[in-house]
């Protein structure tokens, strides 16, 4: 056996041992791929179920519990207050009300340790040191955020008075508004007016939600002038808005 | 290692394009309001002076009231219109700012011509983008003007819902006739009513899927029971000829081949029964004492909905149409009845009697049996029946005084009276006109 090995050349030998080490390397990274791959679509997101239909939650309101087993009645709003009718004749009753001039006189004693409360709190204030107001130097005085950047603060302006006219019609097919997103490119000058009609950048492939995201967004204009170093991107590149119902 | 090394150059190739992109601020707008469509119909066009006015004022009024009714649609005011009245229907002569600064969204122009027959060319623009977006010609006899008027609205509705309309359907109902009872057919909207019937007693009418039968319950003859009329040949039949049980109140499934009615029984209880549409291959579905009435089919036939008071009052069961257990699905309430399965089989219309001893609607969800009211404090308020489409549901209300036919929406808003001063009952709507 000895000598029908050592016939063998050792180079042969060698050969036959790399590719034995190339095919399982081959094998191992195959594997590793398939591995991956079944992996990866156990992580796989899960489905919208777009037939489901959407969850509407209610706070209930403070009152007394309706019997079960009756009908369901609409809540109404309650009829106005009546009207105070004025019957001719009638002499509207004085109300007496004490003359302010006869206010009696403070208490000397009660003066005196509230002039040295004061004083007391004059003093500390004094030596208090001012609190610095966190912002920007920009921002807004009805700002409520220390961290926000102006840039941020006027585009939430933009989607704040945007939201105020974003009406979307009743006459779209239900089943079709929860896949709706069109993507509109507002361009807006100095002064915060839109330089031209809003386009459809990217249509959500339903015309009246398109014409409905561009007539609520120019309803919504003008914007307010835009911070200086926002002039220009809003004027040449422009603001993207991705509108879903 | 090379192709690794492609890759990542191509990545990197890639990556200042996305950085470009990037460069464009984008914000997400969510959170719209539903609201109706704000539509403007332009006052009628008459390019010829021998059009006719009257059938133009007929189909304006047809439009305005199907579009309303309709609920999607919230029609402006012609008074605070800017634009010139005589402005034509190419969109490049149209200045759509001016639509646009009165509220509309979508501008209806109505062309009419010649006298009889009548011509007319409805166009409908997006006031926003100035485009057109539906244009329609149609021609019918004057007498028949409103006609033209819901074709277009049902072909707008599908434009904008994708759903056919229900506009072009016709109602059945009972009418009080020289005191006696008998069934009309009207277009949806009450109009052009005309009796189907004669004799002394006929109620509870119900269409065939294909809209040229109609079963309803008559009391002339010896034996008073369920008649089937064809309304091409206007002639009626019963449908057991030699049944001694008085039958009721049916119900056709949507292919039109099977029908369900109550039956009442020598021994006084009242069961559901289901039969071919001529009356063959008789089953009962439901059994032991008490009254089982008003059959609904769901719209895939294969359950009906019914009226019971097996549990002492009245209230709506569902029974497969191959029988089976019943299974109650209304639990509030103390007298429910008339129940009506919409077309889309997600909601059962019926009328119900509060603690205030007043009929008004509800609606019950059949899966959950979750009760939604559609009516209160106006009246009674009864006998619902869904459109074709299942936006609409039909009734009548006694609001005004007498019974008188009304159209809401399927979750109870927008109601509105749709029929004139004639009193009427027991509406039927019927199927798509195809």
Same mark, same amino acid.
């Given at each position: 056996m000895n000598a029908e090995a050592s016939t063998v050349a050792p180079s042969l030998l060698r050969r036959n041992l790399n590719l034995t080490w190339a095919i399982a390397g081959s094998v191992g990274v195959h594997l590793a791929l398939l591995l991956f791959f079944v992996g990866l679509s156990l992580f796989e997101p899960p489905k919208l179920p777009l037939s489901q239909k959407p969850v509407s939650a209610h706070l209930v309101r403070l009152g007394e519990q309706r019997d079960k087993s009756l009908l369901p009645r609409r809540q109404i709003q309650p009829p106005p207050p009546p009207k105070t009718v004025e019957v001719p004749g009638a002499k509207p009753v004085p109300i007496k009300v004490k003359d302010p001039r006869a206010v009696s006189k403070p208490d000397s004693k009660v003066q005196d340790r509230r002039k040295s409360l004061f004083d007391a709190f004059a003093k500390v204030d004094s030596k208090a040191k001012p609190e610095p107001e966190i912002g920007s130097p920009d921002g807004s005085p009805e700002g409520d955020s220390d961290t926000a950047d102006e840039g941020e603060q006027y585009f939430g302006l933009i989607l704040a008075k945007s939201r105020r006219y974003y009406n979307v019609s009743k006459a779209i097919p239900p089943n079709e508004i929860i896949r709706l997103k069109a993507v509109v490119v507002l361009y807006i000058d100095s002064r915060g007016d839109l330089i031209k009609d809003p386009a459809i950048e990217t249509s959500s492939g339903n015309e009246l939600f398109d014409s409905d995201v561009i007539s609520s967004l120019k309803k919504a204009a003008p914007f307010g002038p835009p911070p200086k170093h926002l002039v220009d991107t809003l004027r040449t590149t422009g603001v993207a808005i991705e509108a879903r119902p | 290692?090379?192709?690794?090394?492609?890759?990542?150059?191509?990545?990197?190739?890639?990556?200042?394009?996305?950085?470009?992109?990037?460069?464009?601020?984008?914000?997400?707008?969510?959170?719209?309001?539903?609201?109706?469509?704000?539509?403007?119909?332009?006052?009628?066009?008459?390019?010829?002076?021998?059009? /006719?006015?009257?059938?133009?004022? *007929?189909?304006?009024?047809?439009?305005?009231?199907?579009?309303?009714?309709?609920?999607?649609?919230?029609?402006?005011?012609?008074?605070?219109?800017?634009?010139?009245?005589? *402005?034509?229907?190419?969109?490049?002569?149209?200045?759509?700012?001016?639509?646009?600064?009165?509220?509309?969204?979508?501008?209806? %122009?109505?062309?009419?011509?010649?006298?009889?027959?009548?011509?007319?060319?409805?166009?409908?623009?997006?006031?926003?983008?100035?485009?057109?977006?539906? %244009?329609?010609?149609?021609?019918?006899?004057?007498?028949?003007?409103?006609?033209?008027?819901?074709?277009?609205?049902?072909?707008?509705?599908?434009?904008?819902?994708? *759903?056919?309309?229900?506009?072009?359907?016709?109602?059945?109902?009972?009418?009080?006739?020289?005191?006696?009872?008998?069934?009309?057919?009207?277009?949806?909207?009450?109009?052009?009513?005309?009796?189907?019937?004669?004799?002394?007693?006929?109620?509870?009418?119900?269409?065939?899927?294909?809209?040229?039968?109609?079963?309803?319950?008559?009391?002339?003859?010896?034996?008073?029971?369920?008649?089937?009329?064809?309304?091409?040949?206007?002639?009626?039949?019963?449908?057991?000829?030699?049944?001694?049980?008085?039958?009721?109140?049916?119900?056709?499934?949507?292919?039109?081949?099977?029908?369900?009615?109550?039956?009442?029984?020598?021994?006084? /209880?009242?069961?559901?029964?289901?039969?071919?549409?001529?009356?063959?291959?008789?089953?009962?579905?439901?059994?032991?004492?008490?009254?089982?009435?008003?059959?609904?089919?769901?719209?895939?036939? %294969?359950?009906?909905?019914?009226?019971?008071?097996?549990?002492?009052?009245?209230?709506?069961?569902?029974?497969?149409?191959?029988?089976?257990?019943?299974?109650?699905?209304?639990?509030?309430?103390?007298?429910?009845?008339?129940?009506d399965w919409s077309p889309r089989g997600d909601l059962i219309a019926f009328t119900a009697r509060d603690e205030r001893n007043v009929f008004d609607l509800f609606t019950v969800d059949p899966a959950t049996s979750a009760i939604t009211r559609l009516t209160q404090d106006q009246g009674n308020n009864e006998e619902p029946t869904f459109s074709p489409n299942g936006r609409l549901i039909a009734f009548a209300s006694t609001r005004n005084g007498k019974s008188q036919l009304f159209v809401m929406s399927a979750d109870g808003n927008f109601q509105r009276l749709v029929s004139g001063d004639e009193e009427i009952f027991t509406p039927a709507w019927g199927p798509f006109v195809p």
């Amino acid at each position: 056996m000895n000598a029908e090995a050592s016939t063998v050349a050792p180079s042969l030998l060698r050969r036959n041992l790399n590719l034995t080490w190339a095919i399982a390397g081959s094998v191992g990274v195959h594997l590793a791929l398939l591995l991956f791959f079944v992996g990866l679509s156990l992580f796989e997101p899960p489905k919208l179920p777009l037939s489901q239909k959407p969850v509407s939650a209610h706070l209930v309101r403070l009152g007394e519990q309706r019997d079960k087993s009756l009908l369901p009645r609409r809540q109404i709003q309650p009829p106005p207050p009546p009207k105070t009718v004025e019957v001719p004749g009638a002499k509207p009753v004085p109300i007496k009300v004490k003359d302010p001039r006869a206010v009696s006189k403070p208490d000397s004693k009660v003066q005196d340790r509230r002039k040295s409360l004061f004083d007391a709190f004059a003093k500390v204030d004094s030596k208090a040191k001012p609190e610095p107001e966190i912002g920007s130097p920009d921002g807004s005085p009805e700002g409520d955020s220390d961290t926000a950047d102006e840039g941020e603060q006027y585009f939430g302006l933009i989607l704040a008075k945007s939201r105020r006219y974003y009406n979307v019609s009743k006459a779209i097919p239900p089943n079709e508004i929860i896949r709706l997103k069109a993507v509109v490119v507002l361009y807006i000058d100095s002064r915060g007016d839109l330089i031209k009609d809003p386009a459809i950048e990217t249509s959500s492939g339903n015309e009246l939600f398109d014409s409905d995201v561009i007539s609520s967004l120019k309803k919504a204009a003008p914007f307010g002038p835009p911070p200086k170093h926002l002039v220009d991107t809003l004027r040449t590149t422009g603001v993207a808005i991705e509108a879903r119902p | 290692m090379r192709i690794l090394a492609a890759l990542l150059a191509v990545l990197g190739l890639a990556q200042p394009a996305f950085a470009a992109d990037k460069e464009r601020p984008v914000l997400s707008l969510s959170g719209a309001n539903f609201r109706p469509l704000p539509l403007a119909i332009a006052p009628l066009l008459y390019p010829l002076p021998s059009a /006719n006015r009257q059938a133009g004022q *007929e189909i304006d009024e047809a439009l305005n009231q199907d579009l309303t009714v309709s609920g999607l649609f919230e029609l402006l005011d012609r008074k605070g219109f800017l634009a010139d009245p005589s *402005e034509g229907v190419v969109a490049t002569s149209i200045k759509f700012d001016r639509w646009q600064n009165v509220g509309a969204e979508g501008l209806i %122009k109505v062309v009419l011509a010649d006298q009889d027959p009548v011509t007319a060319e409805f166009h409908l623009f997006n006031a926003v983008t100035g485009k057109e977006e539906l %244009k329609k010609r149609y021609t019918g006899p004057a007498s028949e003007a409103r006609k033209l008027a819901h074709k277009f609205a049902d072909d707008l509705f599908t434009f904008y819902t994708r *759903e056919p309309g229900a506009f072009q359907t016709r109602m059945a109902f009972v009418r009080k006739v020289k005191g006696t009872k008998q069934i009309f057919v009207a277009d949806w909207d009450g109009k052009n009513a005309k009796p189907v019937t004669s004799g002394n007693l006929n109620l509870l009418p119900a269409f065939a899927s294909d809209g040229q039968r109609l079963a309803f319950t008559s009391y002339n003859s010896a034996t008073p029971g369920l008649f089937v009329l064809d309304l091409r040949s206007m002639k009626s039949a019963p449908l057991f000829k030699r049944s001694t049980a008085l039958a009721t109140g049916a119900s056709f499934t949507q292919d039109g081949k099977r029908i369900a009615f109550a039956m009442s029984e020598e021994d006084g /209880n009242s069961h559901i029964w289901i039969s071919d549409a001529d009356g063959g291959n008789l089953k009962r579905l439901t059994d032991g004492f008490g009254i089982n009435t008003s059959p609904s089919f769901s719209p895939d036939g %294969k359950q009906i909905a019914f009226v019971s008071n097996r549990a002492g009052n009245p209230q709506i069961y569902v029974i497969p149409s191959t029988g089976g257990a019943p299974r109650r699905i209304t639990f509030q309430g103390n007298y429910n009845q008339t129940p009506d399965w919409s077309p889309r089989g997600d909601l059962i219309a019926f009328t119900a009697r509060d603690e205030r001893n007043v009929f008004d609607l509800f609606t019950v969800d059949p899966a959950t049996s979750a009760i939604t009211r559609l009516t209160q404090d106006q009246g009674n308020n009864e006998e619902p029946t869904f459109s074709p489409n299942g936006r609409l549901i039909a009734f009548a209300s006694t609001r005004n005084g007498k019974s008188q036919l009304f159209v809401m929406s399927a979750d109870g808003n927008f109601q509105r009276l749709v029929s004139g001063d004639e009193e009427i009952f027991t509406p039927a709507w019927g199927p798509f006109v195809p």
